[in-house]
């Protein structure tokens, strides 16, 4: 199987709730594809978050979703910090990524895209649509390495 096969199967698997799937799957990646899953989630990470905040795009409109995703994920599983800094970084707060590591990026990310991916029929039926986009990013990066 091909790297963006099995960052396509882990998504996949992330968002339909099957997270000890993902987790499984995510143990297969090889370290010198780690860099293009990165990119891989970013890109679906932005994705989702620009479908979602069709509005404001300010500090106030991040906290509110980060509210709502206390209702929805504990506290040990998701920092919600890092989930609003790189909310408000994607709103142009850049600066907010020099204090959040790629491990913590990451996770914060996939929270996200499981809530968005979860939330919205629209983004669901245009799942594969934001995969080939995500793909497109992870082969960009693995070829400027």
């Known amino acids: 199987m091909n790297r963006n096969e099995l960052f396509k199967q882990i998504i996949t698997a992330f968002v ?8 499984e799957l995510t143990r297969k990646i090889k370290d010198e594809d780690s860099q293009a899953y990165f990119g891989y989630v970013t890109t ?4 989702g978050v620009d479908h979602w ?9 991040a906290r509110s979703f980060v ?3 206390r209702q929805e994920f504990d506290e040990g599983v998701v920092n919600f ?4 800094g790189l909310i408000r ?3 142009g707060e850049d600066e907010l990524l ?3 590591s790629a491990q913590e990026q990451m996770d914060a990310s996939l929270a996200v ?3 968005i991916f979860d939330q919205s029929q629209e983004i669901r039926d245009r799942l594969d649509d934001y995969l080939s986009d995500a793909a497109v990013m992870a082969d960009e990066l693995a070829g400027s390495q």
């Open 53 to 61: 905040f069709t509005g404001e795009r300010d500090a106030a409109a």
């Open 44 to 47: 679906l990470f932005a994705a």
């Open 67 to 69: 509210n709502d995703m």
């Open 16 to 23: 339909s709730g099957h997270t000890d799937t993902a987790a």
């Open 113 to 115: 895209i499981r809530k």
């Open 81 to 84: 910090l890092v989930v609003e």
């Open 98 to 100: 020099d204090d959040i």
């Open 89 to 91: 970084a994607l709103f």
